[in-house]
């Protein structure tokens, strides 16, 4: 069993009932849209793509059997019990194209003033488009959101996960790799699911 049957074979028997029943609906992406995120970001993880084959979104995404609206990962925010929606494919594009400003252009002199903004290895001066937001939070991304980043700052690694959140604005690399945050999720027992509801 891969990374992404594991991450799975875990998540679906913990979904609430609500959630477990929209999960029905669910489908992957197409062959031809997974390329096309191959061709704009060629170092996006087989393990991201393998979860999108699978799950091609639950942001209010509708699916033909239904609408699809399911937390499914979590970030380092409150303990890790934060929960985060999967962005569709064309999620992925639609944030790509909503803004192309760097971190540093965002802030100014804020970045001086308050470096806590800023963690190790993350480029202030990368647009932001060149990285891949795959995830927004349960307040559907006004608060968090989660970034693969293919060119860090010195002491970043290569595809690392980074988690913007808002008031106070951060950016923090929460794992080096996709495959890293998955195995995290799953080592937490899935800690961002609500068993209660």
């Excluded at 979590?74 to 494919?89: A, I």
């Excluded at 400003?101 to 800023?118: G, T």
């Amino acid at each position: 069993m891969n990374l992404v049957e594991r991450f799975l074979s875990g998540l679906i028997p913990r979904l609430p009932a609500d959630d477990a029943a929209q999960w029905a609906h669910v489908q992957g992406a197409s062959a031809e849209d997974l390329q096309g995120l191959r061709a704009q970001w060629p170092k996006v993880p087989d393990s991201l793509l393998a979860l999108l084959s699978r799950v091609d979104g639950t942001h209010f995404r509708e699916y033909p059997g239904g609408e699809v609206c399911v937390l499914m990962l979590g970030s380092d925010v409150g303990d890790g019990r934060y929960p985060y929606y999967l962005s569709s494919v064309a999620d992925i594009f639609e944030d790509q194209d909503q803004w192309d400003d760097s971190i540093r252009s965002i802030y100014e002199e804020w970045l001086e003033e308050e470096p806590e903004i800023l963690g190790n290895g993350i480029d202030a001066d990368l647009p932001m488009d060149r990285r891949l937001c795959f995830s927004q939070c349960a307040n559907n991304g006004g608060t968090s959101k989660l970034y693969l980043d293919f060119d860090p700052a010195p002491g970043g690694t290569v595809g690392q996960v980074v988690r913007y959140l808002h008031d106070p604005d951060s950016y923090a690399v929460i794992a080096p790799s996709f495959d890293a945050y998955l195995q995290q999720l799953i080592d937490s027992g899935y800690a961002f699911i609500d068993e209660d509801q």
